[in-house]
């Protein structure tokens, strides 16, 4: 090989900087994050899987109906309303009520900044019951 | 092949492989032959033919310095080099390390990219055209973003800087999830990338399926991506789970994963596998132009061809020696006279 030294130093830091993800994760992948789901309420707005996939849409939607149309009433998959309202509603004392123990779960897992809170202030946990 | 042919023979690729990996998931539910078993067969393939292909590379000889001048050479004193003329006809390392820089990060043989035009009656002018190198560095370095955040996917904690190319990506805040700018760019590059080839008649004329595939690749990639991302979504945690199981080497499928997810990962399998075998190898074949990666010092330093074996020669003095009591009979010249007589004792 000519410049055989000049085309190994490539090569290996072309394979260091491509393999990144596997040296930095060196085989200990995180565990998969769990939500705590609610006690006592069994139901939300929408059937679970499609909260999961879709629920920054619902929200959005949400949004833009209260500060925009003025109509705060949400007609549920199951019939029920429920008052749109990311605090008193979804974040009610027996629904997600911690943002760390649901919300931020997830979110912190897959890396997603949610622009919720620049205007909302999530319920206050008590300091010992914070992991 | 002519336009038509290449175009619908490249396409027709694509959607076969989209297909395929419809079928394979959603028919025959084989998640773990296009979640887990392909791309480690790809990222393998990708490695293992990337780096023979630059030791092949490295084996080929280069037998004279090759770079493309443009400007003065490096000569007498009192004849002045600008900081072009020395980054086009670069003496040291130095200036060969400024030029491939600009080369490799800014595209600069594109930049100097020129096209004649006819001027009035006999004249020629040769006009700047930038819109190869215009779209070009907008499709790599959208790229390099769209692939740079695809790392929260592949690590955790995230490194530092992801949560910052995503926070500037998508600076606008506009749909929900925050619309990232680099996707809409990335398509808008790659499609502009395909018409020129398609619009243009040079162009059309030189392009391959080859030439066709690898931007139709490129376009589903960014259509199924965008797809999960604004539209169908997906389960983000699962698959989460799914790629960081490929990157600590313990793989699980996780349940509830939708089939598009399994196209899109088939796709970039497909893209990675084909890497080494095509045009996209300039990846790392760019660092290894030798219009580019030499200096001009033809003049300065000796190099030797190495393909030089050595020649047996026979020299004229070595001729004479041979041939000298001979000529001096046919009475040819000679440069050295008869050998003297040994003296007696």
């Not at chain 1, 006690?39 to 939607?61: A, F, N, R, S, T």
């Not at chain 2, 001096?328 to 040994?342: N, R, S, T, Y």
Request: net charge positive; charged share 20%.
């Amino acid at each position: 090989m000519y410049d055989g030294g000049k085309i190994i130093a490539g090569i290996i830091i072309g394979l260091a900087l491509l393999t990144f993800p596997i040296w930095y994760t060196s085989g200990r992948a995180a565990p998969k994050p769990e939500v705590k789901l609610p006690v006592k309420e069994k139901e939300c707005v929408q059937p679970g899987p499609y909260m999961k996939k879709k629920h920054m849409q619902v929200l959005d939607l949400w949004r833009d109906s209260v500060v925009r149309v003025q109509q705060r009433s949400y007609v549920a998959f199951n019939g029920k309303e429920y008052d749109m309202s990311l605090q008193n509603t979804c974040m009610s004392a027996d629904c997600h009520a911690k943002k760390s123990e649901f919300c931020d779960r997830c979110h912190n897992y897959t890396g997603v900044v949610p622009y919720c809170w620049d205007c909302h202030i999530p319920p206050k946990e008590k300091p010992e019951e914070k992991h | 092949m002519n336009v038509i042919l290449s175009l619908i023979v490249s396409s027709v690729a694509v959607f076969g492989l989209v297909v395929i990996a419809f079928v394979g998931v959603w028919g025959a539910h084989l998640e773990w032959l296009f979640g887990v078993v392909i791309p480690y067969l790809a990222v393998i393939t990708f490695f293992v033919g990337m780096i023979y292909r630059v030791v092949q590379w490295g084996k080929c000889a280069m037998p004279f310095r090759i770079p493309s001048t443009c400007g003065q050479q490096k000569t007498l004193p009192w004849l002045k080099r600008t900081y072009v003329d020395k980054l086009d006809n670069p003496v040291g390392t130095v200036a060969v390390v400024g030029r491939m820089i600009l080369e490799v990060l800014c595209f600069r043989s594109l930049f100097r990219n020129t096209r004649l035009e006819f001027g009035n009656g006999q004249e020629i002018k040769y006009k700047s055209a930038k819109w190869l190198w215009f779209g070009s560095i907008v499709f790599h370095y959208t790229f390099l973003i769209v692939l740079l955040r695809h790392l929260r996917f592949f690590t955790e904690p995230m490194p530092f800087f992801v949560p910052i190319i995503e926070k500037v990506d998508g600076f606008f805040q506009l749909y929900v999830p925050t619309l990232y700018q680099s996707g809409l760019l990335l398509g808008a590059a790659a499609t502009f990338l395909l018409l020129r080839r398609v619009i243009d008649g040079k162009m059309r004329y030189i392009s391959l399926p080859a030439d066709y595939f690898p931007l139709f690749l490129i376009l589903g990639l960014a259509t199924t991506g965008v797809l999960m991302r604004y539209v169908l979504k997906a389960d983000v945690v699962s698959i989460k789970e799914l790629t960081m199981g490929l990157v600590s080497f313990r793989p699980v499928v996780p349940e509830g994963i939708s089939v598009l997810f399994y196209i899109h990962i088939f796709l970039v399998s497909v893209f990675f596998a084909y890497f080494p075998f095509s045009k996209l190898t300039h990846m790392a074949g760019v660092f290894l132009s030798p219009t580019r990666n030499v200096s001009n010092n033809s003049r300065i330093v000796r190099h030797i061809n190495p393909w030089n074996y050595p020649v047996k020669v026979h020299t004229y003095a070595a001729y004479e020696d041979e041939f000298r009591e001979k000529m001096i009979d046919a009475g040819l010249p000679v440069e050295k006279g008869a050998p003297e007589p040994a003296k007696p004792e």
